[in-house]
Every structure is written in C-alpha cells, then in structure tokens.
C-alpha cells in the first residue's frame, strides 16, 4: 500500500492512503536515506509504501519504502552537532505573511525567506495581511511592495485575515495542494487559518497543548486535511526563517532577476559587487532591479558565514 505520512512522533508515522484510511506505521530495520543524512529518515509530506503488520493485532503497518522527494526543508539542531532533522517534505507553496507597520516585515527579512525557499525549490506566495487597518501610506507601501516582487514573478495578494476580505483567492490557490503558513509573530497566520477553516484552530491548538505537557519542546510537524480538498502543514513553535547552507556564488542564483542578468556578467564567478562589466549593478543603475532587493543581496553576502549558514526555520 502507499500512503502519505500525516504526523511522526518518535518511532511512529500516521500514514493516509488514498482511501482516507489511516495506519500507524514503523520503518522496517534500517533504512536507506536518499541524498541527505537526518536524525529522522521519514518526514511529514513523504509518500511511503508500507505493508500491514501480520503480527500484530492492530491496524499498523511497517514502512519499507520511501518515494522520490519534490522538495524537503530542514532545521540544524543547535545543540547536537548541527545534525539535520527534516521538518516537512513535498511542499506546493508557502504563503509568506507580511505586515507593514503591525508588526513590521522588512524587505531584508523577505528576501533572506525567498532565497531559502528557491534554494529549496518551494513555492512563494506573498501575502500582505491587514489591509484593513491601512491609510494612504501604508497602501502605497504594499503597491510599491507588489510591484517588486511580482515583477520577480512571486504571486502577491493582499487580503484581510479579520475581514475576509480575498480570503476566497487565498483558498483557490490552496485547492489540491500542500500549503505551510509562516511570517513573524502577530502578522495573522493563526486568524488566517482560522478564517480558512475555523475547526481547524481547535485542532491545532488542542495538539500544541497536548505537546507542551510533554518533557521536549522538539518541534513536529503535522498535516491536516481541509474542507475543500486542500492540506497544510502545521509546524508549532517553528516561525521565522534563515538562510540556509550555501557558497557565496551560489546567492545570486536564489535572486531570480539577479539570475538571469548574470549571465551578461563579464566574469562567469562575478558576486556582482565590485566586478567591471556587472550586469546586475548596471541594471540596478537603470532602475531595472529593485535596490531593496540589490541591498538584501549585499547584506547576506557580506554576513560572515553565521549569517548564511543559519538554520532555515529559526525557532522563536
Ligand atoms: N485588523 C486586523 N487585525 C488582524 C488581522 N489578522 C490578524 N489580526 C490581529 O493580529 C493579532 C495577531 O494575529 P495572530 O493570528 O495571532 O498572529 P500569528 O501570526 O498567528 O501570531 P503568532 O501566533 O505569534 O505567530 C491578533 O490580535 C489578530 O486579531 C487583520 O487582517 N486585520
Ligand atoms: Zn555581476
């Protein structure tokens, strides 16, 4: 049978097949890793292929498979020799909350998220909540916001969480897919959730209270279903994001419109800062790139190496 991992806990998996039935799993003796090393082989989001347990009495099975990841994201335990822990695998889109003044979301801190996410091949949606509470200066903030980063090609939309207003657009993009929710403390992603599918915040919260009794506060990751053929993926006490493991050269290529630039670079390793002939400064001299973006971009570059080999989900 195949199904699709719900929840782990420990040495357990809760696995769905496509039936809607759910099993309580374990791995089969070792298991083989694809790619990377992990303090867990099987994560929230993998499709695994299992078969029922003969011996036992119960409904659970044993995984012997893993299928092929679309993509994963990780954290580095700190305290344990930076060993990794997969958070969540297969991942369609994150949508990235962000408010302008309450609390305030700086360009900096989206395009540290956006670089992670396209290292890690995850699809970003820009959500700018609150609408409701905004004046004048705030509105042309969020225009000036969108026009920067849909011209990148990121989905934007602006919506209020309290009001409902463009809730409708948030949940047409969610139908057959994976969905995570995150953003700073305050910025909505409970209200939106809950305006989302208001039976679902019981659950979450009942299952983070439930967890909070125990002894670790280890963070685990959980998929719901909705109501509307949609899932997400839960990760408590997980917020913020950081920059992942990545070579100076490799940082430009997680800024899509630096990416294509350049490739008109004079030299092929140009990190687009001092280098003669830099397509990139030249088309930031042209208005061509966004200087916000241009200023995130030499931020993490000159970050000593602490700075862009952080975790990818800082714990709050
Ligand atoms: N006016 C207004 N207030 C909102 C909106 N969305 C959320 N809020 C308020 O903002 C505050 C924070 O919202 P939460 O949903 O708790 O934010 P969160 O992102 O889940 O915060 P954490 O749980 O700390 O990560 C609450 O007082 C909400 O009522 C909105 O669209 N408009
Ligand atoms: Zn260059």
Redesign the pocket.
């Known amino acids: 049978m195949t199904g699709l991992v719900y929840k782990s806990t420990g040495s357990w998996y809760t696995v769905k097949t496509q039936n809607g039935t759910t099993y309580e799993c374990r791995i089969k003796g070792k298991f083989r890793l694809q790619g990377i090393k992990s303090t867990n082989p099987i994560a929230v989001g993998d499709y695994v292929d299992f078969e029922l347990d003969t011996k036992s009495d119960q409904e659970t099975g044993v995984i012997n498979n893993i299928h092929d990841r679309e993509n994963y994201i990780v954290r580095k335990s700190v305290n344990l020799s930076k060993q990794t822990h997969i958070i969540a695998s297969n991942i369609d889109q994150v949508f990235l909350?962000i408010t302008i003044d309450?609390p305030p979301t700086f360009t900096s801190f989206i395009d540290r998220f956006l670089v992670t996410a396209e290292a890690y091949s995850v699809k970003t949606v820009l959500v700018f909540?609150?609408?409701?509470?905004y004046n004048d200066d705030t509105i042309l903030e969020v225009k000036y916001l969108e026009h920067i980063y849909k011209n990148i090609g990121y989905n934007c939309i602006s919506?209020?969480?309290?009001?409902g207003?463009n809730i409708d657009k948030i949940k047409a993009l969610m139908e057959g897919k994976v969905s995570m929710f995150t953003?700073?403390?305050?910025?909505?992603?409970?209200?939106?959730?809950?305006a989302i599918e208001p039976s679902l915040d019981l659950k979450t919260k009942s299952i983070s209270a439930q967890h909070s009794q125990g002894q670790h506060t280890t963070t685990f990751a959980e998929m719901f279903d909705l109501s509307f053929n949609a899932k997400i993926i839960d990760t408590p006490g997980i917020?913020g994001f950081g920059v992942v493991d990545m070579e100076k050269e490799e940082i430009s290529d997680y800024f899509p419109e630096f990416f294509e630039l350049s490739q008109d670079c004079k030299f092929n390793n140009c990190l687009h800062i001092e280098e003669p002939k830099c397509a990139v400064k030249e088309a930031l001299e042209r208005d061509e790139i966004a200087a916000s973006r241009y200023r995130s971009y030499v931020q993490i570059i000159e970050g000593d190496e602490q700075h862009y080999r952080t975790d990818i989900w800082d714990k709050?």
């Open positions: 909350l309450n909540n609150k609408i409701d509470t919506i209020s969480a309290k009001t207003e953003g700073h403390s305050g910025v909505g992603k409970s209200t939106l959730v809950n917020k709050e």
